[in-house]
């Protein structure tokens, strides 16, 4: 993957976007989200190295925790409203 895309970033505004975490069984994502400004590499990391440390003032595990909303608060991201529909399990439509 080109490094300059790396973690799916940088991210233009307007787009719909969800955030991914964790591998196989733990593979997990929060969502769905509109970008209202872009998202720079730069600026994910200054967010994520502020939540890291406010994790750790709080004695927290989760740094993940305090990432979205952060985001939130800045005006970057909002929440976009939307429904999942589960199709099935391994391959088999159960619709």
Do not use: W
């Amino acid at each position: 993957m080109d490094d300059n895309r790396r973690n799916g970033l940088p991210v233009e505004a307007g787009r719909l976007i969800c955030f991914s975490t964790g591998e196989y069984s733990d593979y997990g994502y929060d969502g769905h989200f509109l970008t209202l400004e872009p998202l720079t590499r730069p600026m994910v990391e200054e967010v994520a190295d502020k939540c890291r440390a406010r994790a750790l003032e709080e004695d927290r595990y989760d740094q993940k925790g305090y990432f979205i909303p952060e985001l939130i608060k800045r005006g970057l991201i909002m929440v976009v409203d939307c429904q999942e529909i589960h199709l099935g399990s391994y391959g088999d439509l159960a619709v």
